[in-house]
């Protein structure tokens, strides 16, 4: 079965430290990978895609991700955090010729001042 | 550009009772989604459509029906309300073809909130 996982419920980071939020697939095929954030009673917003060509790759707001096809993992990573990084994070896999996304369960971003 | 509009953004609704909530998307995207979201679980895909008239179920369909008789809209019909149903609901929509900002992903609306009591 296709699908995706953030196998943390919630990361907590001090502002200025690095941040990664972790993310691992499982799909045949080719992938096309996704970050989106999501704000407290707002929509999801899209952060950075994994298409093809550089395995790192980077997005909105400072933030990057990194592709691992032999790990099958696509970390959403920050070099500094600042407190209005604070959200909730959701990674998606868009499998082969399909139209159609599968989410992660989301990862709660906490970051103190 | 509007991008997607869900409306309305709230509604409680009593048990057995129906409504629509309702998406419009205005970048000519061919393809549109919906998703609920529930806490912990992630969203999960509703129903979604290619191209107007052309609809299909996705994970979890169940007490809900779509119709795409346009390119522009995409309406969302709860028939019996159920407190399952209590959730977040979210439209996106998405093209296959470049010039979006997010190409191959989704755009989505700000979602509605629905209550079941």
């Known amino acids: 079965a296709q699908s995706v996982a953030q196998p943390e419920d919630q990361v907590n980071v001090a502002e200025g430290n690095p941040l990664t939020v972790k993310c691992t697939y499982s799909v045949s095929g080719n992938p096309y990978l996704f970050w989106y954030v999501q704000y407290p009673n707002r929509g999801l917003q899209f952060l950075l895609k994994?298409?093809?060509?550089?395995?790192l790759v980077k997005g909105s707001y400072g933030f990057e991700a990194e592709f691992n096809k032999s790990q099958t993992s696509f970390h959403l990573k920050k070099p500094s955090a600042l407190v209005s990084d604070s959200a909730l994070y959701f990674c998606a896999v868009r499998p082969g010729n399909t139209g159609k996304l599968i989410f992660g369960q989301g990862t709660t971003l906490q970051v103190k001042p | 550009n509007a991008g997607v509009t869900q409306t309305p953004k709230f509604r409680i609704l009593k048990i057995g009772q129906s409504m629509t909530l309702q998406c419009a998307q205005d970048m000519n995207h061919n393809y549109m989604y919906w998703y609920r979201q529930d806490p912990g679980m992630g969203l999960k895909l509703i129903y979604y459509s290619v191209g107007a008239g052309i609809t299909d179920k996705g994970e979890v369909p169940n007490g809900y029906n779509v119709s795409r008789s346009t390119t522009e809209d995409f309406p969302l019909r709860l028939e019996l309300a159920a407190p399952s149903q209590t959730s977040v609901y979210f439209c996106?929509?998405?093209?296959?073809?470049?010039?979006?900002?997010?190409?191959?992903?989704?755009?989505f609306g700000s979602g509605t909130r629905l209550t079941v009591v």
């Open positions: 994994y298409i093809t060509g550089d395995n």
């Open positions: 996106a929509s998405s093209s296959t073809v470049t010039g979006t900002g997010d190409l191959y992903g989704y755009t």
